[in-house]
């Protein structure tokens, strides 16, 4: 049976009481310690594998000792100075330590600052983050906690995210779905942001670009971008937008006039309330909520009109905003796919559940500089959001989708195109 340190008596017990009271005092300089001693030893078996053993006479080394400096490594946000070897080959030039070099490749101080920022550490309070004010471990000047050296580091491995997460190959992905959405993060500057559901319902972020407003031009470029790394726009999708008619209008120039669009049903319900008069709103949300409940399209177009033209005489601007854009409103419905899958599919939840993590991180921003640095911390906001995302709900109805979206393809090719008339 293992005894208790306090049950300990006699010398023993007392040195192991002492040693113990010694940790709990000052635990974080013991590991710091320990792990400086350890590196210590690693350079010094790289320093006589090089060398050979101090004093020795060893004809097969290829380098020689060359006194020590101090370095400086990563540790708990900022830095610490360590002390290590030098080694020079037999030409002169400096032979570098391998175990020192590993210990210092791998950029944890960048880690630590993009970790603690996207979780709304501000860059003033890093150093107290990261360093305990009354801890044995000091943070003054040149430990690299400051709110400058923070937010460099951010800034650095932000940028380095952005160009892995614009370039990533997408061609390996099955995307069905691709849903996209607008953020205003200024007054002159709006990022549109695409998310992505594949076969098995996993959610991807996609891409993201910056414009001044939401037109056809700047959705037009995330669309490139997104074929330009690999997908494949012959492919039958299913693209879900917010409502503006830019979306849908270069959706149609990329993809093809048989491309499924489905608007946003939340966002044109909140649309037609924010323009309706408080006693309207039951009796028109119940209708909107019966029309897209419905199995039939034909009967569900049919009460939209219906609501149209109740409305059409006292709110005859109300009435047009229901009509417009119909029949992207009721595409899933069209489709006839279940329930449930409608359900998900029928709104840009996924695109705002994204967003909402997106304006969380970046809500310690007083001031957007330019358009490439909401870009970083977008992408940031993007890559974290992905870290939560669960599967589609009613992932195991998607190959229903799929069949549907062949099915919608293959109808509207063989429906001949109408011919333009032009003024003579």
Do not use: Y
Not at 342 to 370: D, F, H, Y
């Amino acid at each position: 049976m293992k005894k208790d340190i306090t049950s300990m008596t006699g010398p023993v017990g007392g040195a192991v009481e002492e040693a113990f009271a010694d940790v709990q005092q000052s635990f974080e300089r013991l590991c710091l310690a320990a792990g400086m001693e350890a590196l210590g030893a690693m350079m010094e078996a790289d320093v006589e594998a090089a060398c050979g053993p101090r004093h020795g006479r060893d004809e097969n080394r290829h380098a020689h000792r060359w006194g020590r400096t101090r370095g400086r490594i990563g540790f708990h946000g900022g830095k610490v100075e360590v002390e290590r070897p030098r080694i020079r080959g037999v030409g002169g030039r400096e032979v570098p330590v391998p175990s020192w070099d590993r210990a210092t490749a791998e950029d944890w101080l960048g880690r630590w600052a993009m970790n603690l920022m996207l979780i709304n550490v501000s860059t003033r309070r890093f150093g107290r983050a990261v360093r305990l004010p009354e801890g044995d471990v000091p943070a003054g000047p040149g430990s690299g906690v400051s709110k400058s050296a923070a937010s460099r580091r951010f800034v650095a491995l932000s940028a380095e995210k952005l160009n892995a997460f614009m370039s990533a190959d997408l061609s390996k992905l099955d995307l069905l779905v691709v849903q996209i959405d607008g953020l205003h993060v200024d007054e002159d500057l709006v990022l549109v942001a695409a998310i992505g559901v594949d076969g098995d319902g996993h959610k991807h972020p996609l891409a993201v670009v910056e414009g001044a407003t939401e037109n056809s031009a700047t959705v037009q470029a995330l669309l490139d971008n997104l074929i330009e790394r690999g997908i494949d726009p012959a492919v039958p999708r299913l693209f879900i937008v917010d409502g503006a008619k830019a979306l849908s209008k270069a959706i149609r120039a990329t993809f093809g006039r048989t491309v499924a669009i489905q608007r946003c049903q939340i966002h044109k319900a909140r649309n037609i309330m924010d323009r309706l008069p408080k006693e309207l709103h039951a009796s028109t949300r119940r209708v909107l909520r019966q029309a897209w409940e419905l199995d039939d399209a034909q009967k569900a177009e049919k009460l939209i009109r219906n609501l149209a033209r109740r409305l059409e005489q006292d709110r005859p601007g109300v009435a047009a905003s229901i009509l417009e854009g119909l029949d992207e409103i009721l595409t899933v419905v069209r489709l006839k796919l279940p329930t449930e899958l409608r359900r998900s599919l029928a709104c840009t939840n996924i695109a705002e559940n994204m967003m909402g993590t997106i304006r969380r991180v970046t809500r310690n921003v007083k001031r957007w500089r330019n358009g490439k640095m909401a870009l970083r911390w977008v992408a940031a906001g993007m890559i974290e959001a992905a870290k939560g995302f669960r599967r589609l709900k009613a992932h195991k109805q998607l190959p229903i989708l799929r069949a549907a979206l062949l099915a919608h393809q293959r109808r509207l090719a063989e429906k001949p195109v109408a011919p333009v008339s032009r003024a003579a």
